[in-house]
């Protein structure tokens, strides 16, 4: 049954895209509007084969010695007979690929018409060791890996495993210790309690505290410290709570005495670059009130406090949020523009002490 193709009017966009679709499914199936389909095309031609992959190559004494020329002492392969397996290194090898030798990718045993590909793994024979092929460099490098006599390889990749895993460890350790500023877990350790001293300096015992725990920072040797502080003590589980100080490593010192095993610090907190230009113009001036106020020996601040300006200093607050829900029933001690050390009991209050200098 034959279909004729359907008038084009445009009454509304469906209508039409309708209708041209049913037009072009005529067309297209129609013997009037379509040629004989022909005959099937030829098959096209293979295309070119790819490389290789890679495959292991084994440098043979036996292999070399073949293409020594007698007449010729200075001849690589030459070398190899006279002076032997241990002449067979891997340098030899780069240095006879290096001069495109014709001889060598058949003293390597590689089937006519190949040549060397990346990735390819060369066993010496003198030495039993992996070496990779580079195509960059167009050399062997070494992989770092023997074979034993009984070719077991996974032996050796489990050396190389942990001698790289102890390589790292020491090396994350030695990034740890170079830290500054560290957060230590809180260890409990409960003594006995035996009541709270009044200020007539009596002992007043509570019969609702049987004891008490206290916390301690989770510091390698703390169980042999808190041991010796009395038999009523002893390591508790760990709590919620963390200590922020600074690295153990950088502040003690073995060679001290035990009586000052610890090592002295400061802590500025600001502008580390401004504290010493003070400091230089401190000593340049030579007076007497600097000197006095400059760190020495006798005299070093555990903390030196950098204002940003001179309203604020440092805020005082606790961190339950129903009792101080907002920063300014916070307390706030600085040093004013007038050199004035100013205390308040409530940061955002114009009521305040002021300690005058």
Do not use: C, W
């Amino acid at each position: 049954m034959s279909q004729t193709l359907q008038k084009i009017e445009f009454s509304d966009l469906h209508a039409m895209l309708a209708s041209l679709n049913a037009n072009f499914a005529i067309i297209e199936n129609s013997p009037l509007f379509k040629g004989i389909p022909g005959t099937p095309g030829d098959q096209g031609n293979p295309g070119n084969q790819g490389p290789r992959g890679s495959i292991f190559i084994l440098a043979r004494l036996s292999k070399f010695i073949e293409f020594a020329d007698l007449s010729n002492p200075s001849n690589r392969y030459t070398q190899v007979l006279n002076q032997g397996i241990s002449a067979l290194n891997i340098e030899l090898i780069n240095d006879l690929i290096t001069a495109n030798d014709p001889n060598i990718l058949k003293a390597l045993d590689l089937p006519i018409g190949e040549s060397l590909m990346n990735g390819d793994l060369l066993i010496l024979e003198s030495d039993m060791q992996i070496y990779k092929f580079n195509d960059v460099t167009k050399k062997f490098i070494a992989q770092g890996i023997v074979l034993s006599n009984d070719l077991n390889i996974f032996q050796t990749i489990d050396q190389m495993v942990s001698t790289a895993l102890k390589d790292t460890l020491a090396n994350i350790k030695s990034q740890l210790d170079n830290l500054t500023f560290l957060n230590y877990g809180s260890k409990g350790s409960r003594f006995a309690y035996t009541g709270y001293i009044d200020k007539d300096g009596t002992r007043v015992p509570d019969p609702f505290v049987e004891n008490v725990t206290t916390y301690f920072p989770d510091l390698i040797g703390l169980n042999h410290a808190v041991t010796n502080l009395g038999a009523n003590s002893q390591i508790s589980h760990k709590f919620k709570h963390v200590y922020f100080g600074l690295s153990d490593s950088l502040t003690s010192d073995q060679n001290l005495g035990v009586q000052d095993s610890y090592i002295k610090t400061t802590t500025v907190l600001g502008s580390i670059r401004e504290y010493v230009r003070k400091l230089q113009l401190s000593a340049s001036q030579g007076s007497l009130m600097n000197a006095n106020v400059n760190p020495t020996s006798e005299k070093l601040p555990a903390l030196v406090v950098m204002q940003n300006d001179y309203n604020t200093g440092i805020l005082l607050g606790g961190a339950n949020h129903l009792q101080e829900p907002t920063l300014g029933n916070y307390a706030s001690i600085y040093k004013d523009i007038h050199g004035n050390l100013v205390l308040k009991s409530k940061f955002d209050t114009t009521n305040f002490e002021i300690l005058q200098q």
